[in-house]
T-cell receptor, first 112, second 115 residues
Framework: DAKTTQPPSMDCAEGRAANLPCNHSTISGNEYVYWYRQIHSQGPQYIIHGLKNNETNEMASLIITEDRKSSTLILPHATLRDTAVYYCIVSYGSGNTGKLIFGQGTTLQVKP | GAVVSQHPSWVICKSGTSVKIECRSLDFQATTMFWYRQFPKQSLMLMATSNEGSKATYEQGVEKDKFLINHASLTLSTLTVTSAHPEDSSFYIC???????????FGQGTRLTVV
């Protein structure tokens, strides 16, 4: 079972920041937080991942709380092409130990 | 990001036949590959994890004799759906990773329709 909880859906206005929350209250000390998104009928796309510190790349920022029990993915300037299902996953290790289990995710609808 | 390619993108087969889906990592060595399937309006469900040169580890409830996984090289894994039936119709997606605790990259998926 997925170890994360996300709201089923969110709306965001085009050009505004989209803040997607994720709860992972049972995360263990060495588990990473990964974010992926899936646009309809495509394979998931990697966005970002982190362990303890906040992370930023060209796509998004990842803010992890100090107790690591929750995180927020920030898309700074959402566009219509960012409409997708966003998945937050926690995982650690290699091979079968480091497998990525998908929950239900958050469907983000970016509106004009 | 790294590229993972699946082939074919879609396939239609007759009930009772077998279908092979290929997953290739084009620009990196994939020590671990994951296979998922996804039914309409549902999330991805992990089927199995394979390490290069080792037998795949199947998730509970996934029939290993029906879904044969081979990961014979660091750039190729195959999933064979044996004796396919209409209920096996689904979107199958592979993912590949080079090192632990790094991003895994996903293929574009294969839509299987069994008639």
């Amino acid at each position: 079972d997925a170890k994360t909880t996300q709201p089923p859906s969110m709306d965001c206005a085009e050009g505004r920041a989209a803040n997607l929350p994720c709860n992972h209250s049972t995360i263990s000390g060495n588990e990473y937080v990964y974010w992926y998104r899936q646009i309809h009928s495509q394979g998931p796309q990697y966005i970002i991942h982190g362990l303890k510190n906040n992370e930023t790349n060209e796509m998004a920022s990842l803010i992890i709380t100090e107790d690591r029990k929750s995180s927020t993915l920030i898309l700074p300037h959402a566009t219509l092409r960012d409409t997708a299902v966003y998945y937050c996953i926690v995982s650690y290790g290699s091979g079968n130990t480091g497998k990525l289990i998908f929950g239900q995710g958050t469907t983000l609808q970016v509106k004009p | 990001g790294a590229v993972v390619s699946q082939h074919p993108s879609w396939v239609i087969c007759k009930s009772g036949t077998s279908v092979k889906i290929e997953c290739r990592s084009l620009d990196f060595q994939a020590t671990t590959m994951f296979w998922y399937r996804q039914f309409p309006k549902q999330s991805l469900m992990l089927m199995a994890t394979s390490n290069e040169g080792s037998k795949a580890t199947y998730e509970q409830g996934v029939e290993k004799d029906k879904f044969l996984i081979n990961h014979a090289s660091l750039t190729l894994s195959t999933l064979t759906v044996t004796s396919a039936h209409p209920e096996d119709s689904s979107f199958y997606i592979c993912s590949a990773r080079n090192q632990p605790n790094t991003e895994a990259f996903f293929g574009q998926g294969t839509r299987l329709t069994v008639v």
